[in-house]
């Protein structure tokens, strides 16, 4: 247990969030209901969970077994911070998407189930977004296109 309670909070202070109190060994374990939000990616509508306290941030797509095709979750990170990500307890392929401030694609990265390699977003990332691998090629975006995060 303590191993699970440390790793916990070392992927919290990874991705920027301080310490966060994990007393289950699973990090996951009550949670809050994330928030949903339908986003535009290029051409196609997107429902988002919505991350946005630290334990959400945290947890994450960790533990699932699938994803449905239209579904994602949007990350909303602190600018100011550096920010990095891992697919530790990930089960599904995912790309991470990181974007600036208006939703610019700044980085698209594969992620790799289970893979303990920390993916570092670039300077100025005020949101991550993990989808199905190649979701934003599939709905004609890149690096550079702008995504509508408004819902």
Request: glycine letters at 10%.
């Amino acid at each position: 247990m303590l191993r699970a309670l440390n790793m916990c909070v070392i992927g919290a202070l990874a991705i920027g969030l301080g310490p966060v109190a994990c007393a289950d060994p699973s990090p996951c374990a009550g949670v809050e209901p994330f928030e949903m939000r339908t986003i535009s990616v290029g051409t196609c509508p997107l429902n988002a969970e919505v991350a946005q306290s630290p334990r959400q941030i945290a947890c994450g797509l960790m533990h699932r077994e699938s994803l449905a095709e239209d579904a994602g979750m949007l990350f909303l990170l602190d600018p100011k911070r550096k920010t990095s990500f891992w697919m530790k307890n990930t089960l599904i392929p995912l790309d991470i998407v990181y974007l600036d401030a208006v939703g610019r694609v700044l980085q698209v990265n594969r992620g790799v189930p289970q893979d303990r390699t920390w993916i570092a977003a670039p300077d100025g990332t005020a949101f991550a977004l993990e989808t199905n691998p190649g979701k934003l090629a599939q709905c004609g975006l890149g690096p550079g296109a702008t995504i509508d995060l408004s819902g």
